[in-house]
């Protein structure tokens, strides 16, 4: 079984609706991370989670909230999907106190028409 | 500001050796990944350099310079599979530890 999963891997949603895309991990790692990969710009990070009780923002956390329910689980909500919100979403998890190695899961294909 | 830069693409021949470059401009310095991403899956973790010098893993290499900021990456006896994106990241201690990536650079290895 995969450590860090994602659901849904696929999905396709319209202009104003909130979406919420889940990652779940079996790694036992506190740390996770939601980014977005677009062609030619590599991936950029949402957000992301020290612990249960730690969110911060990343570069383009703009339109974009979280959830961290557990130390487990990481959900990204899109409150209001627009167009240029299409892309490659990964979710991702690292262990304190190693050097950051970043696990990532399969992925979310989002298509906002 | 941080930056970093690597070549869009490359193209290679099974079995020669590549070099991908990477340079980069952070707030802060705690180490650099390279990290391999085929069409449409994860990333995956190749290589993690915190000290000056090379790291050999198998047929990979990576190699880092701190005092230029510059890393490489190296291929040896290419394979078809190799084709791929290959990600330079730097983890700065910004924001309690993050990591920038680079946009990729795509490789292409033909027979």
């Known amino acids: 079984d995969a450590d860090v999963t994602q659901t849904p891997r696929n999905r396709i949603t319209k202009t104003g609706k909130r979406i919420m895309l889940e990652c779940s991990q079996t790694?036992?790692?506190?740390?996770m991370y939601w980014y977005r990969q677009d062609p030619g710009l590599g991936l950029r990070l949402i957000y992301y989670?020290?612990?249960?009780?730690?969110?911060n923002k990343g570069e383009i956390s703009d339109g974009y909230s979280v959830s961290r329910q557990a130390q487990a689980k990481f959900s990204l909500s899109l409150e209001s999907a627009i167009p240029n919100q299409t892309a490659l979403y990964f979710c991702?998890?690292?262990?304190?106190?190693?050097?950051?190695?970043?696990?990532f899961g399969p992925g979310t294909r989002l298509l906002v028409l | 500001g941080q930056n970093i830069d690597q070549p869009t693409e490359m193209t290679a021949t099974e079995g020669a050796i590549v070099q991908i470059n990477c340079t980069y401009q952070?707030?802060?310095?705690?180490?650099l990944f390279w990290y391999q991403q085929h069409a449409g899956e994860a990333p995956t973790f190749l290589s993690y350099n915190v000290l000056d010098g090379l790291e050999e893993k198998g047929r990979f290499s990576s190699f880092l310079s701190r005092s230029k900021g510059y890393s490489y990456l190296l291929l040896k006896e290419l394979q078809m599979k190799d084709s791929a994106s290959y990600l330079c990241a730097v983890l700065t201690p910004t924001g309690g530890f993050k990591t920038i990536f680079g946009a990729g650079t795509r490789l292409f290895v033909k027979a």
């Open positions: 952070t707030s802060g310095f705690n180490g």
């Open positions: 991702a998890t690292s262990e304190t106190r190693s050097e950051e190695t970043q696990y």
């Open positions: 989670s020290f612990d249960v009780k730690d969110i």
């Open positions: 790694k036992g790692h506190d740390r």
